[in-house]
């Protein structure tokens, strides 16, 4: 990113439910399948984990969050996605990045888990996720359920607060998006 795009990061509220949906359905049918949007939805509806709603300028183009159970030291992505035409524009790796520079203020975390596709698997390799399972078909038919982690030590913890640095994005986040 050169400086100029301005990214805004904000908590999501159920007025952004209907663009969260339009996002999810531009991702159908290869990341998302039509009968993951009522557990989509389900989700959006209990907000029981920090998740964010992404603008560039003043368009709506992504959502993701993360969650933990209580006493557990792993922390777990969820429904990470951008708009499927803006796919290839860092968009993707800007809310990974933040999700996980928010992470990186949980100081007893030693794991970030995360489920996804075969489709995605490579995107987050590179950022040093690991796959440690895979159950074919097991998200919809041609729709892999690949189960991935990344090891949360002190030197991946300092490398994506340095990578997220290093992107020279104009960022605005919501008051509670490193405090949620």
Request: proline residues 2%.
């Amino acid at each position: 990113m050169n400086g100029r795009t301005s990214i805004s990061l904000q908590p999501y509220c159920t007025d952004d439910r209907e663009e969260c949906l339009n996002v999810f359905r531009s991702n159908i049918p290869l990341y998302f399948r039509d009968e993951e949007r009522a557990a989509f939805l389900e989700f959006l509806d209990r907000q029981e984990c920090p998740y964010w709603v992404m603008r560039e300028r003043d368009t709506f183009v992504g959502c993701g969050g993360y969650g933990r159970r209580p006493g557990e030291t792993a922390v777990r992505l969820c429904w990470g996605m951008v708009l499927q035409n803006r796919h290839g524009s860092r968009l993707g790796e800007i809310l990974l990045l933040a999700r996980l520079a928010a992470i990186a203020r949980l100081l007893d975390v030693q794991s970030v888990d995360l489920g996804t596709s075969q489709h995605t698997q490579g995107f987050f390799e590179r950022y040093g996720f690991h796959v440690v399972n895979v159950v074919k078909d097991g998200l919809a038919s041609g729709l892999d359920d690949v189960e991935m982690t990344l090891q949360w030590s002190a030197i991946a913890r300092n490398q994506v607060l340095r990578s997220f640095e290093e992107m020279n994005i104009r960022l605005t986040v919501g008051e509670n998006f490193y405090g949620a």
